[in-house]
């Protein structure tokens, strides 16, 4: 018996390669099916805080959840409207910024030939390409706008999955070998996601509101849109907020020349260091625990495989990977591979007792 367990126990290291490279391959062909799940679970995550806030007030659970979706579902009818319109507008308009972009463009550089610079036409574009700022922004734009349109079913699927939020636990107890551990670790992995996921949705809420009325300030149009990619942006940490910055400033660009794009770059580095330097860092310090490295690997490999949702969801994936790790001693390494120094320091630490103990 022994041996043949030991048979299991003791497989070749390829075919732990095998298997994941088959579960990898798994998840990237059914990525149409999973990202509505995991959008779901993702609405279902942020949308938590208020009703648990409404919870500790004394309201009802179920009423709570109710209240929270109704609301909701009448915010996303007053504006879900206006944003799918204007979102289906600038899509059909790309060809025509794009062509005034190029004539920027072009003007610029006969100005810079004009004192003997030389720079060639074809040159820039093959290396700028054609415009693939807006191509990207209106590919990314539309998906957001087919997503507001199923919103609805997602924040309905979400309210159903947090009621029954208090079954879990006995439905886990019922199915784990060892469900004191796992429920220990689902909670520390959910009670992590859901913090880092609403100091994103509130950063992200304070910037896309922040850059829409700079814009509808300075008039320029879409402006309602060009907030919610910021704030959709916001949830892919480091690069989200630069990616999202480059069409808007081509657009500013186009409707209030360079000056224009000026003025609202120092409004944007303003709204950008604010939350991305100070009010983040403060608050996400305790709450995320990765590593600069593994967020961007993170962001790279989910993205290949589930896309742009991937992107967006890449940080609690990896985090919730991250704990799961630590609570083997065989994948504890791993755990420490995509934590901070904090954690590698602290794991040291503790390697040093033991050894003295």
């Known amino acids: ?24 391959a798994g998840i990237k062909i059914g990525a149409p099916i999973i990202n509505p799940i995991l959008m779901a679970v993702f609405f279902s995550i942020i949308i938590y805080h208020p009703i648990d806030w409404l919870k500790r007030k004394g309201v009802n ?31 059909h308009n790309v060809p025509t910024y794009k062509e005034a972009l190029f004539n920027i463009r072009d003007s610029a550089l006969e100005s810079l030939n004009d004192y003997g610079l030389h720079i060639s036409k074809d040159d820039i574009n093959k290396k700028l390409g054609d415009g693939v700022a807006f191509t990207y922004a209106s590919r990314l734009l539309t998906k957001i706008g087919s997503l507001l349109g199923q919103i609805t079913l997602l924040i309905l699927v979400a309210a159903f999955i947090l009621g029954e ?3 879990y ?42 850059v829409a009325v700079v814009l509808f300030v300075m008039n320029v149009q879409y402006a309602i849109v060009w907030g919610l990619l910021v704030w959709v942006m916001r949830y892919i940490p ?11 400033f081509l657009f500013v660009l186009i409707q209030n020349g360079f000056m224009g794009m000026v003025y609202f770059g120092l409004a944007f580095a303003f709204i950008n260091f604010t939350l991305g330097q100070i009010i ?17 690997l993170s962001l790279v490999f989910w993205g290949w495989i589930l896309g742009d949702i991937g992107m967006l969801l890449a940080v609690p994936i990896t985090m919730g990977m ?36």
């Open 169 to 210: 636990p006995i439905k886990l107890k019922a199915v784990l070998k060892y469900p004191d551990t796992s429920l220990n670790n689902i909670t520390v992995i959910s009670r992590n996601i859901r913090y880092y996921l609403g100091i994103k949705t509130l950063t992200g809420i304070i910037g896309g509101t922040s």
């Open 61 to 91: 659970g179920i009423v709570a959840i109710i209240l929270v979706v109704f609301g909701l579902l009448i915010v996303l009818a007053g504006l879900g409207d206006t944003v799918t319109k204007s979102i289906i507008e600038f899509s």
């Open 322 to 357: 991250k704990i799961s790790l630590e609570t083997r001693e065989n994948s504890k390494w791993m755990a420490i591979m995509l934590g901070s120094e904090k954690g590698a320091k602290a794991a040291l630490n503790d390697k040093a007792d033991e050894i003295v103990d």
């Open 238 to 248: 480091n690069i989200g907020s630069a990616i999202a910055a480059i069409p808007i």
């Open 1 to 24: 018996m022994s041996e043949s367990n030991s048979k299991y126990t003791k497989m070749h290291p390829m075919f732990y390669v095998a298997a994941t490279v088959i579960v990898i």
């Open 280 to 296: 983040e860092p403060k608050f996400l310090a305790r709450g995320m625990k990765l590593s600069t490295l593994a967020v961007f």
């Open 165 to 167: 939020t208090n079954s």
